[in-house]
């Protein structure tokens, strides 16, 4: 829809300058689908072992199931300020400290998204020589 597209070009246009212009695609479209309640669409940017803390989404059913409790525990879904691509060291810089779960040197990149004054940290990685999102932190 016309809206989604807006939400995309908007999403895609607050993360900025990146680290590699690859990696804006899907965090672009999981937060774009994250917004719209839309599991299928962050299913889409996302790749399997997905973390999450210290646990494992193995197959996408189960990951599906973990984006509709999180859509559904998240009323609002608006993004509250600009998003951000980071390294882990920038990311120990904006919040202070690293998410539990989230392990620096392990080549992923990360995207800061703040719904609901709390912070959704996306964790990107490459399989296949393309970014997918692989894990999420709070």
Known sequence: TGRTSKRGRQAA???GATLDPRAKGPAAAWIVGFGAGDANKMLRASA???KIGKHYARTFKHLRSIYRA????TAKRTLERGVQLLTAAGLRQRLGTLPRGITPGSGHLYVVARFMK???VLVLGKKGGRWYVVGLGR
């Open 118 to 120: 709390n912070d959704l």
């Open 48 to 50: 399997l072992p997905f």
């Open 13 to 15: 246009k607050q993360l």
């Open 70 to 73: 999180l859509i559904a525990e």
